[in-house]
């Protein structure tokens, strides 16, 4: 279906563009069925070859003959009704016998290639012997290259060619494309003429993923205009706002086309600017008056919405919260809607999560007052998979950090008791999803009892069970907790209290054995090295720990080689 250009002038030309149809299916291109009988094995251009051609009658005397190309001048006209052809008439000058050689070349080898064409070896053959006979003149033989390559495979389809290839070829393409629309350019075509050639119209989500759109912008930006501009009027002949919003959106969650989309956005907001269209008409516009709130947070031209408000200078956030709570959702609902919205990964429900805890906190909420506002105690055994439990967390992380951990188990020993409290912990550690979680409550829960590393040692009985306890790591990370309150935490403070329970030596076989045995991997070496760490500090050496453990025990070596490995690796003391 043919349709017209919107009208716009442009500042250099001068002119009225008409539109170009953007609902048309971009087809997929398919090469041009070569009359030559398929050859079997492709036979690279001789040197022979290059004499045979050079020498054949009519070509000899004229490639003599001629020692440069005549270069041509684009005359841009300008018109106030219309775009008259740049250099109307003037065609490449490429000699006619030259011209003739290059065909004749391209069709004897590269007609007959199958597959990458710019990776092939006959192209490359073919390439060499366009540059001999225009005598390296870079210009001259990438015009002869196109010219002959359009009038095999057409423009639109070189075009896709050359816009698709990688490899090692980058260099030669790159030229041929420059090539390609400085013909366009030389022939006097406009912005609409090359992107009917390049059938550049396809389906909204593929459009600015189109290599031959890359193209084209190309061209527009050598005409020194604005591609985007264009693009974008096009585009409306065929879209209204909230569909092109949409479009824009969904693509800049795309890496191959955020940009082009960012920069398509921006032109479509100033828009909007220019025309007076308030925060309200956009929110219309975009219809996000007709979506639920749940929906509201998870649409993607949201953000378009929220980009235009602070456009205008105004807080799109504080403004949405006010939206939403209009609707009646209460404090309760809102929060398991951004709670939901949050998994997902939407950055503007956590903005509107802080404007609900600027609220709670101007109200004087507590910890416990929001926890019965989001219903927590209904959870159960769930409580750490509920959307609203990163709510309330996130809510307690506005105080101090380190009365975080007191408050959120005072409340939830408040509303379970310790006995469920350690149920729902215990649970949840088992799953996946919540064992982080689980652990760093734990850890909370052993905090707000006020249990020293030792109190806690005792408690997981780890002066029987040793190293094969599980517990171990959960000490482990409350000891480096409690570690990191302090004022000048001790690097060393883990291995010291361990050694504390254990001694030196005792605490080095044990590692070592425990290591022998396979059990809890990296997290042994770790434990290890860092207690190999902490005797060099106190200037301990492997010899000096081998005459401290009497009497000798089997496992004694192994620590022995541990330790000697590792203070060979480790780095000479500042002196």
């Not at 997902?344 to 609900?356: E, G, L, V």
């Not at 030596?505 to 902490?534: D, H, P, T, W, Y």
Request: glycine residues 4%.
């Amino acid at each position: 279906m043919a349709s017209k250009f919107v009208p716009i002038r442009f500042a250099h030309y001068g002119l009225l563009l008409a539109a170009v149809a953007l609902l048309i299916t971009v087809s997929r291109a398919t090469p041009l069925t070569s009359t030559h009988p398929k050859f079997e094995t492709p036979r690279r251009i001789t040197n022979t070859d290059l004499v045979e051609t050079q020498s054949s009658s009519n070509y000899d005397g004229e490639l003599r003959g001629i020692s440069s190309m005549t270069k041509i001048n684009n005359v841009a006209k300008v018109g106030t009704k219309k775009l008259k052809k740049v250099a109307e008439g003037v065609k490449t000058k490429l000699a006619p016998n030259k011209q003739s050689a290059v065909d004749t070349q391209f069709k004897e080898f590269v007609d007959k290639v199958q597959g990458d064409l710019f990776n092939n070896a006959q192209f490359a053959d073919w390439v060499k012997f366009v540059f001999k006979v225009y005598n390296h003149n870079d210009e001259a033989a990438h015009a002869a290259l196109v010219t002959t390559m359009v009038a095999h495979y057409g423009d639109e389809y070189l075009a896709s060619m050359l816009a698709a290839t990688k490899g090692s070829n980058m260099i030669t393409t790159f030229r041929l494309k420059e090539a390609q629309i400085n013909s366009w350019k030389a022939s006097g075509k406009t912005p609409v003429d090359v992107y009917k050639i390049l059938h550049v119209d396809a389906e909204a989500s593929d459009l600015l993923k189109s290599p031959t759109l890359k193209t084209w912008i190309s061209y527009v930006v050598k005409l020194k205009e604005n591609p985007y501009e264009l693009l974008l009027l096009n585009l409306k002949t065929h879209y209204d706002d909230a569909a092109l919003a949409q479009m824009f959106a969904v693509a800049k969650g795309d890496a191959a086309t955020t940009a082009l989309a960012g920069k398509m956005e921006t032109l479509l907001l100033k828009k909007w600017q220019e025309k007076d269209k308030t925060m309200i008409d956009v929110f219309q516009l975009l219809k996000l008056n007709t979506k639920s709130p749940k929906e509201l947070l998870v649409s993607p031209v949201l953000s378009t919405w929220m980009s235009y408000t602070l456009l205008l200078k105004k807080n799109p956030y504080e403004l949405l919260f006010k939206a939403i709570k209009k609707t009646g959702i209460d404090d309760a609902g809102l929060a398991r809607m951004v709670g939901t919205a949050e998994q997902i990964d939407s950055n503007t429900a956590r903005k509107i999560q802080h404007q609900q805890f600027k609220i709670w906190k101007r109200e004087g909420k507590s910890p416990t007052d929001v926890f019965r506002l989001l219903g927590l105690k209904k959870e159960g055994d769930n409580l750490f998979e509920s959307p609203v439990w990163s709510t309330w967390t996130g809510y307690l992380d506005r105080t101090d950090r380190t009365a975080v951990y007191k408050e959120t188990i005072l409340v939830l020993k408040t509303q379970f008791g310790d006995e469920r409290l350690t149920n729902i912990i215990s649970k949840a550690k088992d799953v996946d999803s919540t064992a982080d979680t689980a652990e760093k409550l734990e850890r909370s829960f052993w905090w707000a009892m006020g249990l020293t590393s030792d109190d806690l040692f005792n408690l997981l009985k780890l002066k029987h069970k040793g190293f094969e306890s599980p517990d171990l790591r959960s000490w482990v990370a409350y000891v480096r907790e409690l570690n990191s309150f302090r004022k000048s935490p001790d690097e060393f403070m883990v291995i010291k209290q361990l050694e504390n329970h254990y001694g030196d030596v005792k605490l080095a076989r044990m590692l070592a054995k425990s290591k022998q045995q396979g059990r809890v991997g990296g997290f042994l070496n770790e434990l290890q090295s860092l207690q190999f760490k902490a005797l060099m500090d106190r200037e301990v050496h492997p010899t000096t720990l081998a005459n401290k453990s009497r009497p000798k025990h089997p496992i004694d070596n192994t620590v022995h080689l541990a330790f000697k490995r590792y203070a060979s690796r480790a780095p000479e003391p500042p002196i």
